[in-house]
């Protein structure tokens, strides 16, 4: 989707580090999502931003954080603490409330060195 | 865990068959649901989502259908072509839990020219 762009598109983590993952919009969507797909899977959300200044934890959040400081803005924080994070990183965004679908960058993949 | 499942992991079509890819949901009370591509190394795209009051959607060479009695929906693919050879995903919408999205682990649709 040309109006959400992640980055890195690869990225590579050593044991004990943190990093970052990038996701902007342009599409001056309200809702920002952070999922987590592992081969033959569905997505798994993580975490999820509704308003500026605000988020949840989705069903996986553990080991992972983010920030909403500005509404085009979602920085996905994969932290030590997550053991195994090794997998495939999709930004999504959604405008308004309600039936409304999401629509998706196009991922970084994160492995371990 | 999951609501949303898909009947069969993979399926193989022939170039200019149609092809259909069903999907089941649990949940009575979501009323909202949507059909991703994935092509590999990319963000789901949307093709064509559905309220739960119509029973029939069309797009260019697309059809949902959807099935309330039986919690069922299918996405219908006219002279399948070999740019749909993909990973296909239906993903229920959530309105009583902050319009979360449920997704299943997907179909990979190859088309055999």
């Known amino acids: 989707d040309g109006g959400i762009t992640q980055s890195p598109k690869y990225l590579f983590r050593k044991e004990g580090q943190n990093v970052t993952l990038s996701c902007e919009q342009n599409?001056?969507?309200?809702?920002m999502y952070w999922y987590r797909q592992d081969p033959g899977q569905g997505l798994r959300l993580i975490y999820y931003?509704?308003?500026?200044?605000?988020?949840q934890k989705g069903d996986i959040a553990e080991g992972y954080s983010v920030s909403r400081e500005k509404k085009e803005s979602f920085p996905l924080t994969v932290t030590s603490a997550q053991k195994n994070p090794t997998a495939f990183y999709l930004c999504?965004?959604?405008?308004?409330?309600?039936?409304?679908?999401?629509?998706f960058g196009d991922g970084t993949r994160l492995s371990i060195l | 865990g999951e609501s949303v499942g898909l009947h069969l992991p993979t399926l193989s079509v022939q170039e200019g068959d149609n092809s259909i890819i069903n999907c089941a949901y649990s949940?009575?009370?979501?009323?909202?649901f949507i059909w991703y591509k994935q092509e590999s190394g990319k963000g789901p795209q949307f093709i064509i989502d559905?309220?739960?009051?119509?029973d029939k959607r069309q797009g260019q060479r697309v059809t949902v259908l959807l099935n309330k009695t039986v919690k069922h929906l299918s996405l219908q693919i006219a002279a399948t072509q070999p740019g749909d050879s993909a990973v296909y995903f239906c993903?229920?919408?959530?309105?009583?839990?902050?319009?979360?999205?449920?997704f299943g682990a997907g179909t990979t649709v190859t088309v055999r020219a």
């Open positions: 993903a229920e919408f959530l309105p009583f839990n902050d319009y979360k999205l449920s």
């Open positions: 949940n009575s009370a979501s009323d909202y």
């Open positions: 599409l001056n969507h309200d809702a």
């Open positions: 559905i309220r739960s009051n119509m």
């Open positions: 931003s509704q308003i500026v200044n605000d988020f």
């Open positions: 999504a965004t959604r405008q308004g409330s309600g039936n409304q679908p999401q629509h």
